[in-house]
């Protein structure tokens, strides 16, 4: 990879190269354009050797908070849209709303919902997926997300399915996590949902230990080295 840079040390390009047997090949080229305030507001993606327009993502921001992204793909001559994603956030900043559109027919139409919740320490507690129904006009369940803490330490996650033909939420995974004296992880219990049992069964389990040790001092490097 390699690298340039806006006089503010923004990433202005990133590109790929590979090798073609005699020679470095142009793969992938981003490029990156900022606006005043030095958010994003632009990244074009160019593939091949030579390198040619791929896809495009215009972003809108609202102070600290991208609030709507357009992603386009070239056509061959210009820029046509593809998907975009209207996001909302509450007064602390988290996401909680993320409205997907896909460009079909000269308009937008509506496509997945992402809902998201917060608690007062502003940790994910919940995850809700939804796809649209044009048949219905709303939007249905899909998959969600559940997590619990303790001492702002993740201590459990669970995850949903959406079966259509019962109206109800299917177990899937549940993961529990353990922590030591100084909020390291020390236990974790994962399990996976079994239908025919409804229960949950074990999987994996893994521990973590750490060890203590004392920094006696910094000696300096031979040069030359080669990293």
């Not at 001559?77 to 000269?106: H, I």
């Amino acid at each position: 990879y390699t690298y340039t840079y806006y006089g503010n040390n923004y990433v202005n390009t990133e590109s790929l190269k590979r090798w073609n047997g005699s020679g470095w090949a142009d793969s992938i080229q981003y490029t990156y354009t900022y606006d005043n305030s030095n958010f994003l507001i632009n990244t074009v993606v160019q593939k091949g050797s030579p390198l040619v327009n791929d896809s495009r993502y215009v972003y809108t921001n609202s102070g600290y908070s991208t609030t709507q992204i357009i992603s386009q793909v070239w056509n061959g001559s210009s820029w046509t849209n593809a998907f975009k994603v209207n996001n909302n956030f509450d007064a602390n900043g988290n996401k909680y709303q993320s409205f997907g559109f896909s460009w079909s027919g000269g308009t937008w139409s509506s496509y997945d919902l992402f809902v998201q919740g917060f608690d007062l320490d502003n940790n994910l507690v919940s995850y809700l997926y939804e796809l649209w129904n044009p048949t219905a006009g709303t939007y249905v369940n899909n998959y969600q997300e559940a997590y619990a803490y303790v001492l702002g330490n993740n201590t459990r996650f669970e995850n949903y399915n959406w079966d259509a033909l019962n109206n109800s939420w299917t177990p899937d995974l549940l993961y529990t996590y353990s922590y030591d004296g100084h909020n390291n992880p020390s236990y974790e219990a994962d399990k996976v949902y079994n239908s025919s049992a409804d229960t949950f069964a074990n999987t994996d389990q893994y521990y973590y230990y750490y060890q203590a040790f004392t920094v006696s001092g910094i000696k300096p490097v031979a040069g030359n080295l080669n990293i």
